[in-house]
């Protein structure tokens, strides 16, 4: 399955921005080949640019990586919850909130590195195990609806969202 393939009442409005990021390619090829890519990208910035704040207040890029690595923690919980059927609804997650208490600034780069490819291979495992069916799902996570493909989608989307925002705010 592709992103084209999504239908806009199985995500939220706001992740429309995430999956327009997202290329033409099937779901697990692409949440591998993203992470490399990334990581890539991640490794030709300068090393005097992890602790730089463009504004006051704005995360560094370290911190942005944490909170990729969250974001993706917390969007794999919602698939698996959605692709057993679980017909909880789940809580958002405040992300100023989780960047305050991760302490991602004062992680070594390659430690950030490391941990977001462990999250990403086991969400890949995961998205594997899920049949056409399981992946079709729809659950409700912060008072809007999810599918389980979306959410891998958004996986991706969300990485490259703040990958994009590295170009424009942090190295333009």
């Given at each position: ?144 609806p999810s599918s389980v493909r979306s959410l891998g989608f958004a996986i991706i989307g969300h990485q490259n969202h703040h990958q994009n925002v590295y170009r424009e705010r942090y190295l333009g």
């Open positions: 399955m592709k992103p084209s393939q999504l239908r806009p009442d199985e995500y939220p409005a706001y992740q429309k921005t995430y999956l327009d990021t997202v290329d033409e390619i099937e779901l697990v090829e692409e949440l591998e080949i993203s992470l490399h890519r990334f990581i890539r990208f991640v490794r030709e910035i300068p090393m005097d640019k992890f602790d730089y704040r463009y504004a006051p207040g704005k995360w560094t890029i370290k911190e942005i990586i944490q909170h990729i690595i969250d974001t993706e923690r917390v969007f794999g919980y919602r698939a698996l919850a959605f692709a057993r059927n679980d017909k909880t609804p789940l809580p958002g997650f405040e992300e100023n909130d989780y960047a305050d208490e991760a302490g991602g600034n004062a992680r070594h780069l390659n430690s950030l590195l490391t941990e977001l490819s462990e999250v990403r291979q086991s969400n890949i495992t995961l998205f594997k195990s899920f049949s056409d069916e399981m992946l079709m799902r729809v659950g409700n996570a912060n008072g809007m």
